[in-house]
């Protein structure tokens, strides 16, 4: 990037740039280095999208990094994380249930643990989904039967001209892990929830129930991004299509299919982002070659 347009972000916002590598901001802990805002308001997110359309600069709306490939020589995009106003959480008892508003850039495993702890039913599904609540409208995250797009009522954004905009539930095409803002810039500043009231003491008990399924079947104990490919329409799961084409235990550098869930590639701790890129185009070719049945990705990338 520009080194002028670097010092122009870091003199307009003193202490919201940062020089980062993506490894850190990624949960597969790979990529290399980036200029990162964070982002503290709508108002400053509409005066810093001004200033970028201006100065001719991408950018790229980062959450947690929980489904992100990120390049090892980095990006030229700047990097948009939310934070702030725009990671708050509202509560309101409403009746026989709870409104909840919050911001794009809340962490939704947490905001899942509140919402069990309340007795507002719905958001137990997440408590182990690692990412922000904008991320996981974009993907359309889910886990067990349920999915974001179920109890959400609508969603605030902001597209790159800076103008803010409400778009309802229907509006947002959500299917199987998509969404409208795959296919659109925009960015998610707030969303609007309705959980039903439920016992508090039943809600986090599924949630502990869930975590523990999930530490049995996942990976979690090396740096990872979740399913790496998408379900397919019709037959077997990735994981078993990967499995049953003996993939388990493949690697390519620091980069392994997971002996746990072969839908999981990890990070052996020495990966870079091509040996991740390499070991799936293996799994792709592989499994293609042993069931007919070409896989696609779930993981974005960025860089
Ligand atoms: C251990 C593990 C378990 C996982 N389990 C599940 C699971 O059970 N179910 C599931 O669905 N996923 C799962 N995931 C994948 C991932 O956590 C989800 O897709 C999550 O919703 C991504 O959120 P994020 O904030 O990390 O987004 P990121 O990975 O940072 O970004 C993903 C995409 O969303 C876009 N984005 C992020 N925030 C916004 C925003 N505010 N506005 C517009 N676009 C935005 C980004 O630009 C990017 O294109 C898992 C991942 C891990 C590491």
């Known amino acids: 990037m520009n080194k002028g347009v670097a010092d122009l972000l870091r003199g307009r916002y003193p ?53 992100i ?18 990671a708050s959480v509202r509560w309101e008892h ?10 794009g850039g809340t962490r939704f495993p947490s905001l899942s643990g509140v919402a069990c702890s309340k007795g ?46 409400v778009i309802r539930n229907t509006e947002c095409g959500f299917s199987y892990r998509s969404s409208r803002f795959q296919r659109e810039a925009l960015i ?31 990976p979690l104990e090396y740096p990872n991004a979740g399913s ?18 003996g993939l388990k235990g493949r690697a390519v550098g620091g980069a392994m299919v997971s002996e746990k869930h072969a839908n999981f590639i990890v990070n052996n701790g020495h990966a870079s982002s091509s040996d991740i890129l390499n070991l799936m185009n293996v799994v792709r070719e592989e499994v293609l070659r042993k069931s007919g049945i070409l896989l696609k990705e779930e993981i974005r990338y960025l860089g």
């Open 120 to 165: 507002a039913s719905g958001l137990a599904f997440a408590i182990g989904i690692p990412g922000t609540v904008g991320g996981a409208i974009f993907m359309n995250a889910g886990a067990y039967g349920s999915s974001i797009s179920d109890m959400l009522t609508e969603v605030d954004v902001v597209d790159s001209e800076g103008n803010e905009r």
């Open 15 to 67: 202490d919201a740039v940062r020089s980062i590598q993506l490894s850190e901001w990624t949960t597969w802990q790979v990529g290399g280095p980036a200029i990162a805002i964070v982002v503290s308001s709508r108002g400053m997110l509409s005066d810093l999208l001004g200033i970028l359309r201006q100065e001719g600069l991408s950018w790229f709306l980062l959450g947690r990094g929980s489904n």
């Open 94 to 103: 409403s009746g026989s249930g709870w409104r909840l508003s919050c911001g």
């Open 69 to 86: 490939l990120a390049s090892d020589n980095g990006c030229s995009e700047i990097i948009i994380r939310l934070a702030g106003d725009l």
């Open 228 to 245: 790496v490919f998408r379900r397919p329409f019709e037959g077997p799961p990735p994981g078993k299509l990967i499995e049953d084409s």
């Open 188 to 218: 998610v500043t707030g969303a609007k929830f309705l959980l039903k009231e439920a016992d508090p003491a039943e809600l986090r008990s599924e949630a502990r129930r869930i975590l523990q399924l999930r530490r049995d079947k996942f």
